[in-house]
């Protein structure tokens, strides 16, 4: 009898232990491994793209040490496309003018090319009016879906543009991509990219762009004669204001020792100061436009006004026509948090050939 009961106590021990393996080996199965998208167009010494390269003309390394491409996309493939329209304070008298250049643009892509349309409104209580941020359209490649979501873009009273590219990263792209568009997905920003009122703030931004892989385009439109120009003077009403959260964003590019005198209230600043904070302003967005279009692979447009905005989107839709996808797991397999520079390499190429493309990543940490 003993000699039973100490048969099944075996037995019942080896199933643990079975079990138990067999769970360990499914949690190995379980660790996902992050494939890193790197987008990249490539131009020859007159600055022509260059389309029919192949895989093996590339050579991807991760913080100096090169990694094996696992995938690979031509230029014909499609692309996502996230179009945020700033409809704020300074293109008041422009709205139509932005809604057919953006319709140009929507037209000029490929067919399976897929858009998405983001603008600003004014939203009202009985107290106050506030500005948000509004998806018109998810991705689609419906035209004439994408035409009726353009016509309801609305002027709005201030600059929600944070908010705005984080809704691009957490709304529109809040899914993976299907297989075609792995690696394919741009945001296109008509800009000035002064922001005004928004919760988030630049470094929650310039972090979800660093992890999602979205190349970003900046069709910079240059407003600031047309802010400053109602800045000065009596405060009234009527004239142009900075919020609060610009005011504070001006003081934050002092030293933390700064004895300067500070207030938040607008009419309590003179007009020198005035037009010191508008300089700032403008110089911080031209920082954070441009330090995340290179980050990405993308580029900035300016522009003096909306009247070139059409020829800007044109020049957009060519770059994404020309835009090649490499794909890699990382050799590096910490998750850390930590920043990942990434170089692109040509081979088998044409002296004087040049490429654009994603600079890093923010590894994950789960």
Known sequence: MKAARFFLLLIYISILI??????DE????????????????????DGKPLLNLKKNNFVIYEDGKPQEISDFSATAAPFEVALLLDTS?????????IKRAADNFIASLRPGDRVAIIAYKTERTTTEAYAVSEVLSGLTDDRTSLKAALEKAQNSNSTPFYDSLLQVVEKVFAEKPAAEFRGRRALVALTDGVDSVSVGDFEEVREKFNESGVVSFFIQVNTRDYFEENLLG????????????????YYRTFPKQSNMEKTTDFCKIGDFERLDISKKLYELADKEMNEL????????????????????????????????????YSSNEKRDGTFRKIKVELKGIPAGATVRAREGYTAPTK
Do not use: H
């Open 293 to 328: 279009a290179k980050n990405s692979g993308g580029k900035v447009f300016p522009i003096e006004d909306l009247s070139g905005a059409r020829t800007a989107f044109k020049k957009v839709a060519d770059e994404i026509g020309t835009k090649y996808s490499l794909g890699y």
């Open 234 to 249: 009596e405060c009234y009403s009527e004239i142009t204001r900075f919020s609060p959260a610009q005011i504070n964003r």
């Open 89 to 97: 304070g300074s293109t008041r008298q422009d709205l139509l003018l």
């Open 18 to 23: 079975v079990n138990i393996s067999a769970q």
């Open 26 to 45: 499914d949690e190995v199965i379980r660790v996902e491994t992050q494939i890193i998208d790197v987008p990249v167009v490539v131009t020859d010494k």
